[in-house]
Every structure is written in C-alpha cells, then in structure tokens.
C-alpha cells in the first residue's frame, strides 16, 4: 500500500498568506515564504500554494513568489491561480514547481488539461475543484456543484462528472476542495471525498475543513483519500507537520516517517 501524503496549503493574497471560511471573509495571516519553510523543515510531504485572486482578478499568477517558496523547500511543489495557458504552465515549472494545478480556466476550457498534460506530463498536472453542496438535480445528479473565481461563480456543472472529464484529459491527480467545509475546521466532507476517489483511478487530495487530527484519519481512512491538505491547524500553530503524522502513523496510517 503507498504511504498517505500530509500536505499544507498555502493560500497567497497580494503576496501575504491569507485564510478564509467558505471562501469569504479573508484575512492575511503571516509570510508564505517564512511558513513554507517551517513546514519543510518539520517534516511536511508537499506543499500547495495557491495564488487565490489571481482567476478572478484576471491577472497571472506571482511568479516572484513562488521563486522564493521554491528557494526554501525540496519537497514537491505544486501552483496554482491564473493558470490559463502552457505557456503559464510552463512559467511556473522554470520558476520552480513541480506540479501545476488548474480550476477556473480548465472549467472554462477543458481542453486546458490535455494540453498541459501532453506539455509536462500528466503526472505534474493537478485538477483542482471547488465544490459547493446543492440539492440533487438533473444538471447535478451527484448533489455536487462545480464553483470557479474563488467561490465566486456557479457554474451548474455536476462535480462527479467533472472530475470523470478531467481524469478523462489527462490530470494526474484531483484536489477535492469542499467549500462548505473550508476553513470550519469541523471536518472534511467525507461523502463527497469517497465519491470522487471510488470513481476515479487517479490520487485524490482531500481539501476543506480539517481541525483535528482524527479528521485526517478519517478521510485518508473512511474517505480513501491518497492525501489530507491542511491549513488553518498549522497556521495557527495548533499542530505541527511533524505531530499529525506522527498521529496518524501511530493510529495505522501509512505515512513517510522522517525516524
């Protein structure tokens, strides 16, 4: 069995870390960079940052800042905000990501995906969704509606299907990103994070709400996550990197142990 991913996001505003609930009422919490490092050097398996104003605001993503993360950490890198083209793509791997994670364009422009996929490969190639809880419906028969521009549009897409289309393109991996349970810190969404990781056969990261470490081991476990992104437990400084896998490897989950 491949060992389960620990992985801190860090959500970037104007330059500063930043920290929302449901994707409003966002504060600026700290450096990125000063965070980025810390996380490393305690352990951390991947870092995500995630320029979030960049779609809505129409604008590229940050590259200055993502050159100073890359700088301080050697653990896998992966970006995203803006990205709309290859050549973006391609930008931010010289500027030192690994993996690039595309949302609001590709929805807009599936073909996106398959174009990234077949420019770096698709293992570099993240597809990350926002998902927002709806009632069932002919447009969402799974209950799940895609969201892009930061929570800002709904697009009426089914997040089942979508997640089906974009394995279909090429991403090698799905960030499952629960707006209901972003920044609540009561926990991930399970249901929708076993869904999308029964249908597809590409790693799902579950994304939004985590505040205790049993939450983690709840959906790498119950929720057969490959990976549990975390933020505001470790930006706080509640728990350290080091601590939740420790936790979670002594309650039986298989993680990369650093001892």
């Known amino acids: ?24 009422d966002t504060k600026d919490i700290g ?4 965070k980025a490092r810390e996380y490393y050097d305690d352990g951390l398996d991947e870092l995500v940052f995630y320029d979030i104003t960049a779609s809505s605001d129409r604008r590229r993503i940050m590259l200055d800042v993502v050159e100073k993360v890359a700088e301080q950490v050697f ?29 609001s364009a590709a929805v807009q422009r599936p073909a996106l995906i398959a174009e990234c996929a077949e420019a770096i490969g698709n293992q570099n ?15 969402c028969p799974s209950g799940y509606e895609i969201v892009i521009n930061g929570g800002r549009t709904r697009m009426g897409m089914d997040a089942l ?11 090698g991996e799905l960030v499952v990103n629960s707006i209901d349970a972003d920044g609540t810190r009561e926990g991930y969404e399970i249901n929708l994070t076993r869904m999308l990781a029964e249908a597809v056969r590409i790693p799902v990261i579950a994304s939004g709400g985590a505040g205790r470490p049993e939450h983690l081991a709840q959906v790498l476990t119950e929720g057969k996550a ?23 490897h002594e309650h039986g989950v298989k993680m990369r142990m650093s001892w």
């Open 125 to 139: 190639v993240v597809l990350s969704m926002d998902i927002l809880r709806v009632d069932k419906s002919e447009t």
């Open 161 to 171: 299907a979508w997640a089906l289309e974009g394995e279909r393109l090429g991403a």
């Open 75 to 103: 653990i896998p890198l992966s970006v995203g905000g803006g990205i709309r083209t290859v050549q973006d793509a391609t930008d931010l791997r010289l500027a030192g990501a690994e993996k690039i994670n595309v949302n």
């Open 226 to 248: 490959d990976a549990a992104l975390v933020a505001s437990m470790v930006h706080y400084g509640d728990y350290t990197c080091s601590g939740l896998k420790g936790y979670l």
């Open 31 to 34: 450096d990125p960079v000063e």
């Open 1 to 24: 069995m491949l060992s389960k991913r620990l992985i801190a996001c860090l959500d970037v505003r104007d330059g500063k870390l930043a920290k929302s609930v449901k994707f409003v």
